[in-house]
């Protein structure tokens, strides 16, 4: 069975699709690979932040981004954020985020 990978708004795939091209096509790939495979790669490609969350690590000459993304109903992907690496961890108040937009899309299940 495949899985479906979706955004959670509009702002947070307008923000992942305008990503350096180099780090786009990394994404992506990475995206083939979940949809294919299921979201539990492993590193380089994803790895669990904990509490239900986990990141896609997409790497390009210009850098390194950050998707942060939790499953939900069945066989979906939903990534929550999207940001491009500037340090070891996500800053806390991205985390934040991202674990409240998770309950919003797991309690709409």
Request: charged share 30%; hydrophobic share 40%.
């Amino acid at each position: 069975m495949t899985w479906t990978i979706t955004f959670y708004s509009d702002k947070v795939e307008a923000e992942t699709l305008a990503l350096p091209p180099g780090i786009l096509a990394s994404f992506l790939r990475i995206t083939e690979l979940i949809e294919t495979f299921g979201p539990d790669l492993g590193r380089p490609h994803t790895a669990p932040l904990g509490q239900g969350l986990f990141e896609i690590r997409a790497k390009g000459r210009e850098g390194i981004s950050r998707s942060v993304f939790c499953t939900v109903k069945g066989q979906e992907v939903v990534i929550l954020i999207t940001a491009v690496k500037k340090a070891n961890k996500l800053p806390k108040r991205q985390m934040d985020i991202a674990r409240k937009r998770m309950k919003e899309v797991q309690s709409d299940e």
